[in-house]
């Protein structure tokens, strides 16, 4: 490089590419249309506080730069009366700038709208001139009798090489770059449906992790309003709660505002409960709560409200409408070839291990019906309690069943355990 050629190669060539030449001329060309707006717009009128025409032209020179190695263009105005004022209009500085923003906006308007109709006009050239050789490609082929495959599209073995060797193997050329152009294509969308695989995969196992474990609280309260509750009525509700009357010897329990007909296990042992809550509902009886229907005391009847709709027990909604019962709604129990009716009289929600409340000071005989809520979890226990009205219950006694020493039970009777509570209690020999 040669100091003093002004910043040039020894060979005469300027170090600047045409790109810089054409981008200082095109600032060059701005200038010199918004001086020349100003120009115009400050001959109207007076700018600061002197009288004085704007230049007819603007004078660059390059002094500041003697070798010219990036040009820096100076503005040198004359005056035809005064001097230049010592402070200028807001009124012309808003002319000034307004120009320059004229400029560029019509100036990056044009440039984007240019560079998309030249990309539109591109693509649509590229679209014609594939099928334009698609076109011809068919055209020889049929031609030079080629087949054209409509199940995997053109074939290098279909080609007829006996007519037109020339013409054939530019057909094979073509065919095999089209080829390879379809199979990259397919295989870049592949790879991008790949990338999604382990995400779906994911996604799919924690849906059934989910649906394992909570699916209970999803169909309780569907099967709440469904099975057994707001079927169509039955001949139980024609029945007069106080009149006795001989019934089968199988007991069962019937409440016909949830039409529930379901059998009731009697004598059964604490630890045998939640099985026998699978063949119906289940009597329960501890230390001060063991009576029988017909007896002073508290006849409790425990069974499910929620279970996993994949399970085999057809018994686990049972009580899922339990909570649906209000005060003086009727509860029928037989027994002993005897209808027993009770009377709603109150609901309660207590912790698991709260068994002490089912023990009732009472002199007369009572229903107790218990199971898990909110629906779909065994979170708490529902009590739902009721009082014989019939048939009298006058001169009944206490009896033996009710003062009975039974162990008492840590935990009130639960749910169906769920999927993972029942692996774990299978791990763990429970």
Known sequence: MDSDTGGQFSNG????????????????????????????????????????TAPRQAIYSNSENPKGTYPISTVTTHYKDNPAPSQISSESWKTYHSA?????????????????????????????????????????????GGKNDHKSGLSLDNINTSNTPEDTTDIKERLRQKIRKKATDSAKKSRRHRRFIPIIAGIAVVLIILFLQYNRLIFAPIMAYVSPGNAPATEIEALDPT???????????IIPK???????????????????????????????ASAYP???????????????????????YIFSGLERLEEGDLIYVNYNSVRYTYKVTGKQVIEPTNVGALVVQTDRPLITLVTCTPLGSSRYRLLVTGEQISPSYEGASTGSSDTVTIDEPEELPSNEPSFFEGIWNWLTGH
């Open 13 to 52: 060539f300027n170090r600047s590419s045409s790109s810089d030449a054409q981008r200082r001329a095109a600032v060059d060309i701005a200038r010199r249309k918004v001086l020349a707006a100003y120009a115009s717009s400050a001959e109207k009128g007076p700018l600061g506080q002197g009288n004085y």
């Open 100 to 144: 320059w923003q004229d400029y560029y906006q019509k100036y990056y308007s044009e440039y984007y709208s240019n560079a998309a109709r030249n990309y539109i006009a591109r693509e649509r050239l590229k679209a014609e001139r594939e099928k334009a050789e698609d076109d011809e490609i068919t055209s020889v082929l049929s031609s030079i």
């Open 243 to 253: 009149i006795t009357q001989t019934v089968s010897a199988d007991p069962r329990l």
């Open 258 to 288: 949830l039409n529930i007909d379901v059998p009731i296990n009697f004598n059964v042992a604490l630890s045998d409960v939640m099985s026998a809550m699978n063949h119906g509902v289940a009597h329960y009886r501890i230390s001060g």
């Open 294 to 316: 017909g007896e002073i005391g508290n006849f409790i009847i425990t069974g499910h409200s929620a279970g996993d709709v994949y399970s085999s027990n057809p018994y686990k």
